[in-house]
């Protein structure tokens, strides 16, 4: 999966208008990538927050042309009604770092009838959520909230297929928490749906590599073969081409695991 933020302040590749969005869109797809995942409202910590205006204003024009594309195309978005404009133009994915707990969320994408949906583990909020993550175990308390927010969309009328979960790196979680989480991911997978992982160019890869956000490329292709070798399904990416050539090297060494 593709990131294209369309935002002036993401944390690491903030800046572009649409025009430039799309053009990168393609250039993702060109390297590989197999899902595009837009997105107007960077959720860095101290981000502000965006108005519904703006947030559709940036990201409905790019998903018009991602959409022309050839791939399944994702929103990342906590918003209901930014959700039904991209579900409205034929959005395959709604991407919610807020696992559909805003009201009308989760109503709105069960009323449609195939879009997959991302359920992502979040503790706090963004502005505030690195201040003091706190768990007692970290991998069971995601693994609880991810299985109640799956079971919220079942009851709802969401079908299994159409649900991933993720761990939510970086989203209100120590260095230590993070690393937890790769082999955690088993408790994920043992819920039953697959895993989308997003370790790309963040702050636990440059607490260990000691890299500033604009040279973190190595070790996010690290970790997002450790993710995929603990059993993530979808590696939510900036740097397609690096990630796409390491898992072809690694899957021609035969060190895929079966299930990915
Ligand atoms: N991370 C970010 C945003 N959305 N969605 C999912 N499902 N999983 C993630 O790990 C995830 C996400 C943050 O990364 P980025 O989009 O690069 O930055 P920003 O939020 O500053 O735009």
Redesign the pocket.
């Known amino acids: 999966m593709g990131?294209v933020?369309v935002?002036p302040d993401?944390?690491?590749?903030g800046g572009r208008g649409a025009a430039e969005a799309l053009a990168h869109a393609e250039r993702l797809l060109d390297e590989g990538a197999e899902i595009l995942d837009i997105?107007g409202e960077?959720?860095?910590p101290g981000?502000p927050a965006v108005s519904l205006a703006d947030e559709l204003a940036r990201v409905l024009p790019v998903l018009r042309g991602a959409l022309t594309l050839g791939v399944p195309v994702s929103v990342?978005t906590c918003k209901p009604a930014v959700m039904r404009a991209a579900l409205d133009l034929g959005a395959d994915i709604v991407?919610d770092?807020r696992a559909l707990q805003e009201p009308g969320a989760l109503d709105l994408v069960a009323a449609h009838p195939r879009c997959g949906v991302?359920l992502?583990h979040m503790q706090g909020e963004p502005r505030s959520m690195q201040a003091a993550p706190q768990y007692v175990d970290v991998v069971a308390e995601v693994a609880d909230f991810l299985w109640a927010r799956a079971e919220a969309c079942r009851t709802a009328g969401i079908a299994a297929a159409r649900i991933t979960l993720?761990p939510?790196?970086?989203f209100g979680k120590t260095v230590e928490q993070n690393f937890a989480l790769l082999p955690g991911q088993r408790s994920l997978l043992a819920l039953g749906y697959p895993v989308?992982a997003?370790w790309?160019?963040k702050s636990s890869v440059g607490a260990v590599t000691g890299r500033a956000v604009g040279e973190r490329v190595h070790g996010s292709v690290a970790a997002a073969l450790a993710a995929v070798q603990h059993g993530a399904r979808i590696i939510?990416v900036?740097d397609v081409a690096a990630t796409v050539d390491a898992l072809a090297v690694w899957r021609a060494a035969g060190l895929f695991p079966t299930e990915a």
């Open positions: 990131i933020n935002t993401s944390f690491s590749d997105g960077s959720s860095r981000a990342d991407n770092i991302c992502m993720d939510g790196i970086g989308l997003g790309s160019r939510r900036h």
